[in-house]
C-alpha cells in the first residue's frame, strides 16, 4: 500500500508562499488518490455483500458532500464568532490618537495666574472647618490665551536738568519721530504698514478695527503715517534695486494692479524682479517696452521669463542680455488640454515631468555653491539633454492641425526652443520662472483685498513695503523684526541694514 505521508520537499523554494502553494498541490494530489481508493473498496465490498456497486458508490459520494457541507457550515460560525470576538476585542482596546498632538509653543511667553479657593468654598466638606493653603502646593496646567491689541496714549514727561551756575537748562530728548513732531509713535506706523501690506487688512477696515478699541482716526492719517515710514526706508529699497541688478540670474514677472482715481482710463502694472535672497517691485504706468527699459536699465546677464514679447524684444535689442523661457508655462499649456487631446498631452507632460525629476537629484536650495551648479551641469548633459531631443521629436511627429489649441502649443514651445534649452548651458538657470510668480502672491491678495492704489504715491508705498518683507520672508527673517530694527536705525540715523545681513548678524541692534 502506497504512503500516504506528504514527502519533504527537496530543495524547497525560499519564498514562503512558493513553499504553501507547492505544499498545498501535494495534499491535494493525496487526497485525489484517498477518493479513488475508497471509491474502489467500496465497490468491491458491494460486490461481495451482492448489492449494486454503482449505487453504493453514489451513497458513498453523498455521504462526502453532506460531510464537507457540514464542515464548511461549523467553520463559517467559528470564523462569525471569531469576528465578534475580535470586533468586541477592538472596541474595548483604546483607540490611537489622531494628528500632532498639542505643539509645545515655545515661541510665546509664559504669564502666571494663581487662581484662589473662594471663601464660600474653603470649609471641609468632613469637620466643617476653614481649609487654608497646603503650603505652596499647586495643581498646574496651562492654556492658549489671547491679550486683545491697546491703543495707548502715553504722557511723555522729558526731564528738565540745570546747572548750579543758573546759566544752562537743558531737557531730555524726546523719542523720535517717523513724521517729526507728529503724534503717532513708530511703531504704530509700522504696525499700518503691516496690516496692509503684509496681512493685506485694509486701510478702512483698520479704522473699523481701531474705532473698537477707543481710537479715533482717519484712513488718510493712517496712510500719512505708511507714506512718512515708506520715505525714512526708502534707501534699502533703492539698495536692494541695485543688488537685484547685480545678479548674475534675474527672474521677471509683471502682473495688473488696479487704478483706483475716478479719472483713470488704464491700470498700472506690477513689476517684479527677483533673485533667491531678493524680490523688487516697482509699480509703474504700463506694462510697455518703455516700461521694461526702465525696470531692467543697466542689467546684463540672464533674464528669466514667460513668453511676453516685451522680454523678447529687450533682449534682442539690449546688449549683453540673454532670455531663458519657463518650462512651466509649456507644461501648463498642454495639462490645460488634456481633456481634449488626452493621448499627445500625456506623453510631452510624462517627458517634462521627467526633466524636473532630474532637478530633483540635485538636494538644497538652488542653485546652490559652486560645486552644486557644477553637478547640476553634468547631470543636465548627461539627462535631460536626451530628453529634450524626445520632445522636440514628439512636437514633430505630434501631426496636430496648426489651427487647433494643440497646434498652437506645439508652436508656442517650438518658438522659444533656444531660451527653453538654455538652462542645459549653465547651472545658475532654473528650469522655470516659479520664482518670480511665487514673489507676487503677496502684491496678488493684497490686490484682491484692497483692490489697488488711488495715486502715485500710493503705488511707491505698496512697491517699498512690499518688497522689503517679502524680501524679508525671502531670507527667513521675521518680515515685521526686520522692518523694526531696519526703522529704528533708520531714526537714529545708523547705517541702513538689509535682510540678509540681519541673517548674519540676529542680535543686529547694537551697532
Known sequence: MESLLVEPLVGRPKDPVANLEKRISLLEDENQKLHRRLSLVTQRLAEAEGR?????????????????????????????????AK???????????????????????????????????????????????LGEQFEESEDIHVVERRYVKRL???????????????????????????????????????????????????VRIMERQGLIVGSQTLFDQAHALAELLRPIYDRLGELVLEAPVLHADETRWPRLDKKANSNWTVWTRTTPEIAHYSIL???????????????????????????????????????????????????????????????????????????????????????????????????????????????????????SELGKSVRYMLKRWKALSRFLEDGRIPLDNNAAERSLRGPVVGRKVHYGSKSKKGTEVAAIFYTLFETAKLCGVEPVGYVREAMNRALHHRPVILPQELVEAPSGSAN
Do not use: M
Not at 68 to 74: I, T, V
Not at 114 to 126: I, N
Not at 157 to 182: E, H
Open 285 to 403: 504706468a504700463s506694462k510697455s517696452r518703455s516700461a521694461a527699459d526702465t525696470i531692467f536699465a543697466g542689467y546684463r546677464g540672464v533674464i528669466v521669463a514667460d513668453g511676453y514679447q516685451v522680454y523678447e524684444s529687450l533682449v534682442r535689442d539690449g546688449p549683453d542680455l540673454d532670455l531663458v523661457n519657463c518650462w512651466a508655462h509649456v507644461r501648463r499649456k498642454f495639462a490645460d488640454l488634456r481633456e481634449n487631446f488626452p493621448r499627445q498631452c500625456a506623453e510631452v507632460l510624462t517627458l517634462i515631468r521627467e526633466l524636473y525629476d532630474v532637478e530633483e537629484k540635485i538636494k538644497g536650495p538652488f542653485p546652490g555653491d559652486a560645486d552644486a551648479q557644477s553637478q547640476r551641469l553634468k547631470l543636465r548633459k548627461e539627462a535631460s539633454a536626451p530628453l529634450l531631443e524626445k520632445i522636440k521629436v514628439w512636437a514633430s511627429t505630434v501631426g496636430a492641425l496648426p489651427r
Open 87 to 133: 470586533k468586541a476585542d477592538d472596541k474595548k482596546r483604546k483607540k490611537p490618537k489622531r494628528g500632532h498632538g498639542p505643539r509645545p509653543q515655545e515661541a510665546l511667553p509664559v504669564v502666571e495666574e494663581t487662581f484662589e479657593l473662594p471663601d464660600e468654598q474653603a470649609e471641609c466638606t468632613v469637620c466643617g472647618g476653614h481649609l487654608v493653603p
Open 52 to 84: 449494486d456497486p454503482q449505487l453504493a458508490l453514489d451513497e458513498l459520494i453523498q455521504q462526502l458532500q453532506e460531510s464537507e457541507l457540514e464542515r464548511l457550515r461549523k467553520e463559517q460560525l467559528l470564523l462569525a464568532a471569531e469576528a465578534k
Open 156 to 206: 511723555l514727561r522729558r526731564r528738565k536738568y540745570r546747572c548750579q551756575c543758573n546759566a544752562c537748562v537743558v531737557t531730555a530728548p524726546s523719542p523720535p519721530r517717523v513724521i517729526p513732531g507728529g503724534r503717532y509713535s513708530p511703531d504704530f506706523c509700522l504696525q499700518v504698514a503691516a496690516d496692509k501690506w503684509l496681512d493685506h487688512i485694509p486701510l478702512e477696515r483698520q
